[in-house]
C-alpha cells in the first residue's frame, strides 16, 4: 500500500452520506466507494455493490461474487489475505463501482451512473493506474465509452474476455463476471494477466503451486 496512504477503504474521503438518488438512498445501507492501494496500478470497476459489498461497504466482499474475486487478486499476489475478509490487504490493486448504492431488485439506471460518474472519475485520475480492469458488460461498456475511440457497442465481454484493449491513456483487460467464468475462463484471465504483469511491471507475486 502507498507509503502515505491511511486507508484503504475510501481512501479520497468521498461523500459517505451522498443522496444524489433518492431512490437508492431508501434501498442502499451505505454508499460503497473504492477501496485499496491509492497508488496501484490495476483498477478494478464493477457495475454496483452486490449484497455482500452493501452491508461491509467494501467493493467485491461478503457475497460469493466478491469471494470470486478476491481469490483470483490473490492468485495474482494482489491481495495478501483470505477471499472472505471483509477488509482484504490489497497490493497494487484498487476496487470500484459505476454506482456506489445497491437497489436489490434492479441494477442501476443510466442516469444514476451518470450521477456517479464523478466519483469514478476522480478516482481514475488520482490513481492514475496504468490497466482498467472493467469487470462485467456494463462495466465494459461504460469504460469502453469513457476511453476509447472504439464505439462502446462493439465489445463484448464474453468475447473480450482475458484480452488487453489499448484505450485513451490506459490498457483495458476487461474480466467477466466472476460467477460466470469457467475454469477455463479464469484460467485465461490469469494466464493473459500474469503475462502482462511479467511484461510491463516485472512483478515477483503471483499463483504458487497451480
Same mark, same amino acid.
Given at each position: ?42 483498477l ?38 483470505? /477471499?472472505? @475478509?471483509? =477488509?482484504?490487504?490489497?497490493e497494487?490493486?484498487? &476496487?470500484?463501482?459505476?454506482? %456506489?448504492?445497491?437497489? +436489490? !431488485?434492479?441494477? /442501476?439506471? @443510466?442516469? =444514476? ?6 466519483? &469514478?472519475?476522480?478516482?481514475? %485520475?488520482?490513481?492514475? +493506474? !496504468?490497466?482498467l ?48 467464468c ?29
Open positions: 500500500m502507498d507509503a502515505n496512504q491511511q486507508t484503504r477503504s475510501n481512501p479520497f474521503g468521498m461523500d459517505a452520506d451522498c443522496e444524489n438518488c433518492p431512490e437508492l438512498c431508501a434501498t442502499r445501507e451505505q454508499v460503497v466507494h473504492g477501496y485499496g492501494d491509492v497508488g496501484a496500478d490495476f478494478f470497476v464493477g457495475e454496483a455493490p452486490g449484497p455482500g459489498a452493501d452491508r461491509t461497504g467494501v467493493p467485491f466482499t461478503g457475497d460469493e461474487r466478491g469471494e470470486a474475486l478476491q481469490h483470483l487478486l490473490g492468485l495474482l499476489g494482489l491481495n495478501n489475505s483470505l /477471499p472472505s @475478509d471483509d =477488509e482484504p490487504e490489497l497494487n490493486a484498487f &476496487l470500484t463501482y459505476l454506482a %456506489r448504492c445497491r437497489d +436489490p !431488485e434492479r441494477p /442501476p439506471t @443510466d442516469e =444514476e451512473i451518470l450521477t456517479c460518474e464523478p466519483y &469514478l472519475n476522480a478516482e481514475v %485520475r488520482m490513481i492514475n +493506474p !496504468e490497466i480492469v472493467p469487470v462485467g458488460q456494463r462495466a465494459l461498456t461504460e469504460i469502453a465509452s469513457e476511453y476509447t475511440t472504439t464505439p462502446a457497442e462493439e465489445f463484448d465481454v464474453t468475447a473480450d474476455h482475458a484480452t488487453t484493449i489499448r484505450g485513451r491513456g490506459f490498457e483495458i483487460v476487461p474480466m467477466a463476471d466472476p460467477l460466470d469457467s475454469e477455463s475462463k479464469r484460467e485465461a484471465f490469469l494466464d493473459h494477466f500474469e503475462a502482462l504483469m511479467d511484461r510491463d511491471y516485472r512483478q515477483t507475486k503471483g499463483r504458487r503451486g497451480r
